[in-house]
């Protein structure tokens, strides 16, 4: 078995029972909440993203809605002003172009053609996209936030420094097929053990395969115990 495929199975041990769910969602719906997740929690960025739904009969009247009931219905979520601007914008946009509120037409498109398609609106980066692409359109992608980049650069998986760059090593490196397991089981273990500050390595399973040059380091420092934070907003919208 290789290395990636030796990972993935640990991380699979460390979440017994675990499947990715189906993709589901309205892509445009999964726009919309990835930019309402940045520099937020998954938690808050959820209830912004209901509140949306429950004070708005769609995105047509969030576009035509005046800014400050949009940031009324998102206050929860932090930099309302931006997001407000963004979204309305987004949503003007999109509307002027393909004549109504509707990203289904993806579906029919291929992953470049998509990427191509939605990176002309300022500020949809590949990131989103690939949320799109794996989240409602079911496609074998690994999206990359600051979880999925640090995890992969400790373990040695990649050395890049930033996201973008572990985005396009990964989508090569990773087995056709295990791409969206491995995005799920990533983000679940970097908030788990593999965490930004005060990683658990002295609880890693993965401990003998990682190649982050603190681990012993961290290792005696493990005394927390780990905790579950499995709510992930595309997996609910
Ligand atoms: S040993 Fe430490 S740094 Fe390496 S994967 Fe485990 S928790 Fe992360």
């Given at each position: 078995m290789n290395r990636i495929n030796t990972i993935i199975k640990l991380?699979?041990?460390?979440?017994?029972?675990?499947?990715?769910?189906?993709?589901?969602?309205?892509?445009?719906?999964?726009?919309?909440?990835?930019?309402?997740?940045?520099?937020?929690?998954?938690?808050?960025?959820?209830?912004?993203?209901t509140n949306l739904k429950n004070d708005f009969r769609n995105w047509d009247e969030v576009m035509d809605a005046s800014p400050a009931s949009i940031r009324k219905a998102i206050r929860v979520c932090g930099l309302v002003n931006t997001k407000t601007a963004d979204i309305k914008n987004l949503l003007k946009q999109m509307n002027k172009k393909y004549g109504k509120l509707s990203l289904k037409f993806l579906e029919k498109l291929d992953?470049?053609?998509?990427?191509?398609?939605?990176?002309?609106?300022?500020?949809?980066?590949?990131?989103?996209?690939?949320?799109?692409?794996?989240f409602s359109l079911g496609r074998d992608v690994l999206p990359v936030d600051t979880h999925v980049h640090r995890v992969m650069n400790r373990l040695g998986i990649v050395k890049t420094s930033a996201p973008e760059k572990t985005f396009e090593h990964a989508n090569l490196l990773i087995p056709k097929g295990k791409k969206f397991l491995f995005h799920t089981l990533l983000i679940r273990f970097g908030r788990k053990i593999c965490r930004s500050a005060n990683p658990l390595c002295g609880k890693c399973s993965l401990y003998d395969?990682?190649?982050?040059?603190?681990?012993?380091?961290?290792?005696?420092?493990?005394?927390?115990?780990?905790?579950?934070?499995n709510f992930i907003i595309l997996?609910?919208?």
């Open positions: 991380l699979q041990n460390e979440f017994p029972g675990f499947e990715p769910q189906p993709a589901k969602a309205d892509p445009l719906d999964v726009l919309i909440a990835t930019k309402l997740s940045q520099n937020t929690t998954d938690k808050t960025s959820y209830r912004a993203f992953d470049k053609s998509i990427y191509e398609e939605l990176l002309q609106y300022k500020g949809i980066g590949v990131k989103t996209i690939s949320c799109v692409l794996a395969l990682c190649e982050f040059k603190d681990k012993e380091n961290y290792a005696l420092k493990s005394n927390a115990e780990p905790k579950e934070n997996e609910h919208i």
